[in-house]
């Protein structure tokens, strides 16, 4: 994973509504959630949670898709895997932690 990337993505993660966003759809892992089912866990306005689901999708956490009439949103693991891998790479230099 590049650097800019792994910025942009702890950059969007470092904000209080957008980390437990991002950390209930691991929960609901590859079924992924609707923006209201969202909101409705969160207790967020449907303009505040399309904005924190919007900059978490440009960071590349979170991906959506169209099912018939609803939008699913689900948390991209191959990214958050990427970044927790770039983020633990060199992990005490090879020696047992």
């Not at 590349?60 to 099912?67: F, I, K, M």
């Not at 018939?68 to 983020?87: E, K, N, P, T, V």
């Amino acid at each position: 994973m590049e650097e800019p990337l792994v910025i942009r993505a702890l950059a969007a993660l470092a904000q209080t509504h957008r980390l437990r966003l991002f950390r209930l759809l691991v929960v609901a892992g590859p079924d992924g959630l609707t923006p209201g089912a969202m909101a409705e866990s969160l207790g967020l306005a449907p303009a505040t949670l399309s904005f924190h689901l919007k900059e978490l999708s440009h960071a590349g956490l979170v991906t959506q898709e169209r099912v018939s009439r609803h939008l699913i949103y689900r948390a991209d693991f191959a990214q958050m895997q990427a970044l927790l891998g770039f983020l633990t790479e060199n992990c005490c230099a090879g020696k047992r932690c």
